[in-house]
């Protein structure tokens, strides 16, 4: 079963990475957000949420980020079930 999750892992890649676009051309506030982003990712240790939400959809086969807004900065949660749950649904 281990090999089969780490084989998963190393197949899926890394987490994802958003990028803003501004319609009204304007590279400031572009980078902005992109920079925003970044660092809302790096405070909540996104790149290893993600790997325990994959871990667990290759245990479970479902796992969800959440996005809180709390003082004015992105949190990443995740919302994971346990395995005797997740068999039932």
């Keep these: 079963m281990k090999e089969t999750i ?4 190393s ?5 994802a990475d958003i990028e803003f676009e501004d319609l009204e ?9 992109d ?6 990712a790096d405070e909540s240790k996104y790149d290893m949420l993600d790997v325990v939400i994959k871990k667990n959809v290759g245990l479970c086969g479902c796992g969800h ?4 807004i709390v003082d004015g900065m992105v949190r990443f949660t995740a919302k994971l079930k346990a395995a005797a ?3 039932l649904i």
């Design 25 to 33: 051309n304007n590279g400031r506030r572009s980078l902005l957000m």
């Design 11 to 15: 197949n899926s890649g890394e987490a």
């Design 65 to 68: 980020t959440r996005l809180h």
């Design 6 to 9: 780490r084989t998963l892992l």
């Design 35 to 40: 920079a925003y982003w970044e660092k809302c």
């Design 85 to 87: 749950s997740a068999c």
